[in-house]
Structure formats: C-alpha cells, structure tokens
C-alpha cells in the first residue's frame, strides 16, 4: 500500500492571514505548507485544495460531497487522508463525513488550528503533525477529529470553547488517542470493522431544521417553521433527559401533525452530557405516543448531519426514522 497521505485543505484559519479586514485565506498556502512540512520532516504526504475554499462559516451542506468526493475519487492512492477545516463547523463536517464514509477502512483527520499556520505561536504545526502520523499509521480506521492533545470520533466532538487551543471535546465518548510525547492510540475504543458504504448524494439544505425549546415556545413558530413542502426532518433540542412542555397542547399538536405528514422528529438534549431518556418523564413521553424519536447521546452536529445524510439518501419517513435512532458508526451509545 502506498503509505502516503493525502492532506486536503479546504480552508479555515490555518490557512489564513491577516488583513485590515481580519484573518482571510493567504495567496499560496498550499506551497507554505508543503515547505514547512517538508522542512519538519514530516510523513509523506501531497496536498490539495478546494478551490474555492471554504470560510468555515459558509458552510453548506452540499460542501460535504464535495469534501467527500475528493477523498473518494484518490481513495485507492492513499494510506490516509487528513483533511483542514475551519474549527466553526469542523465539528458538523467531520460528523456528516462519517456518514458518508460508513466502513471506512483508512484514517480521515480532521484538523485545523486557533491561531494561522504562519503566524506567531501557532497551534497548526503540532495539529497537524499529530494528525498526519495517525494518518499514516493505519490504526484509526475512521473518521476523527484531532485537537489540541486529544483525537476524538469525529461524530462525537463539538467545538465547546472559541478561543482555547483546546477548544474541542466529546462529552459523552473517551477520546481515541492522546497526544503528549508519545501517541497513544487506545485501541478499545476505536469502531470495529464493517463492510465499506460510502454515499455521496445530493443535499437539500432546506430539508432539516433545528428547534430549540425554549419556555413560551409559540405553536405558531413551529408550525411556520414546519411548513411543507421544504423541511423534512427537525431536531428538536429539548430539555434535560428530553422533555418538552406537554400543557401546551397546541405545541404539541403541532408537532404530532407535522410527524403525521411525514416529517421525521428526532430529539435530542440542550444538555452537553447525557443522554435522552424520553419518557422518564410525563413530559417527555408524549413525545413517544405522538412519534418523535430519541436521539440518544447524539451530538446536535451529529444529529443534523445524519439525519441530512439519511434523508438525502432517498428513504421514506419511515425508512429514515428506523435508522435514526439506531448507531450507523458509533456516532450514539
């Protein structure tokens, strides 16, 4: 096998500079990069880049496919894949990757960095050098997200601090690997072998919508934001173990119509750590008689990315909703 790695830039501030404007891409990153790692005798490795690049704020479910389709068309040239994203959405990509690569058989990193490649105190280079050895190493056969000391399953991390160096976590997954002087990848933790399925379909970013209950929730809202024929599946981020206010009737009738026409509920947690249990309250069981289903410990970028990965796959609302709620690749306890 050819051992060496693929590093796909799709854009971020590792690949940025400063301008009277703030941070934006600099002219050449690809040539800096290449130098340095070459000069840091790092594992062999080629690079390329989206053109154009993404701000990690623009991010539209459609860049996914092509973030995926760039691994996929060289998959078969490289031992391993580390891919550079802006930390705002590195969370939501690397989830939605892990659904397009299900049985991945190579390691694809994601990584990236607070501060420029280039400029002073950077945290790019140990980033991305952690990043490449694993990479290369064969070991993690996933999608993860690598970070400051840690490497995380990518559907499991979520961006928790905006300006730290360690600015992500897994709250409810032990890391994959920790990075001090050596790296310790912890081979229990890793996913088992399954059979490749990678999916590259076409994205509908009007099909899922993100519901936050708040208290005074209007039924009205939901019902405008339900309206047919664009959402197709809403996550829910209630409270604690999943509850939502079941006096409101009119909210919930809402809800109970829009699942009864097809669109596919799935609930997860405000909360960052736990799971939800729905039904452990009266005000979370109704949510089971009317149809929504339990997102267990899913992350929220985990949830959205599934359910946009599933739904775009072409499945019927009850196709959709008999995977949703189940683990596809270790993205739910």
């Known amino acids: 096998?050819?051992?060496?790695?693929?590093?796909?830039?799709?854009?971020?501030?590792?690949?940025?500079?400063?301008?009277?404007d703030g941070l934006r891409p600099m002219a050449g990153f690809g040539e800096a990069l290449g130098a340095r790692l070459q000069a840091a005798s790092?594992?062999?490795?080629?690079?390329?880049?989206?053109?154009?690049?993404?701000?990690?704020?623009?991010?539209?479910?459609?860049?996914?496919?092509?973030?995926?389709?760039?691994?996929?068309?060289?998959?078969?040239?490289?031992?391993?894949?580390?891919?550079?994203?802006?930390?705002?959405?590195?969370?939501?990509?690397?989830?939605?990757?892990s659904f397009l690569l299900r049985g991945t058989d190579k390691?694809?990193?994601?990584?990236?960095?607070?501060?420029?490649?280039?400029?002073?105190?950077?945290?790019?280079?140990?980033?991305?050098?952690a990043a490449l050895e694993i990479a290369a190493g064969g070991t993690v056969r996933e999608v993860g997200l690598l970070f400051g000391q840690r490497l995380l399953r990518g559907n499991r991390s979520r961006k928790?601090?905006?300006?730290?160096?360690?600015?992500?976590?897994?709250?409810?997954c032990l890391p994959l690997?920790?990075?001090?002087?050596?790296?310790?990848?912890?081979?229990?933790?890793?996913?088992?072998?399954?059979?490749r399925r990678f999916t590259l379909p076409d994205f509908d970013p009007e099909a899922v919508a993100v519901l936050p209950i708040w208290p005074g929730l209007p039924a009205r809202v939901v019902d405008a934001l339900l309206q047919p024929p664009a959402v197709r599946g809403l996550i829910l981020a209630s409270y604690g173990v999943g509850n939502v206010p079941d006096g409101d009737a009119a909210l919930i009738d809402t809800l109970a119509r829009a699942v009864d026409r097809g669109v596919v509920?799935?609930?997860?947690?405000?909360?960052?750590v736990g799971p939800v249990a729905q039904g452990a309250y009266a005000t979370g069981a109704v949510l089971n008689r009317i149809g929504v289903v339990p997102g267990g410990d899913m992350t929220p970028e985990a949830a959205f990315a599934k359910l946009h990965v599933l739904l775009a796959e072409g499945g019927d609302a009850a196709a959709v909703r008999a995977q949703i709620g189940r683990p596809l690749c270790g993205e739910m306890a």
């Not at 830039?9 to 009277?20: F, L, Y």
């Not at 390329?48 to 691994?71: M, T």
């Not at 928790?160 to 409810?172: E, H, I, R």
Request: charged share 15%; with cysteine.
């Open 160 to 172: 928790l601090k905006s300006v730290a160096f360690d600015a992500f976590d897994s709250p409810n």
């Open 42 to 97: 790092a594992p062999a490795c080629d690079i390329i880049e989206l053109a154009p690049l993404i701000d990690s704020a623009n991010l539209q479910p459609a860049h996914w496919r092509r973030i995926a389709e760039a691994l996929v068309s060289r998959w078969a040239d490289y031992a391993g894949f580390v891919v550079l994203h802006g930390t705002d959405t590195m969370a939501w990509s690397a989830s939605a990757l």
């Open 177 to 195: 690997a920790d990075i001090g002087i050596d790296i310790t990848v912890h081979p229990e933790r890793l996913l088992a072998p399954t059979e």
């Open 107 to 129: 390691p694809v990193i994601f990584t990236g960095a607070q501060i420029p490649l280039l400029l002073p105190r950077s945290d790019a280079d140990g980033n991305l050098r």
């Open 1 to 20: 096998m050819n051992a060496r790695v693929l590093v796909l830039h799709t854009g971020g501030t590792i690949g940025m500079t400063g301008s009277p």
């Open 265 to 272: 509920v799935l609930n997860t947690s405000q909360c960052p």
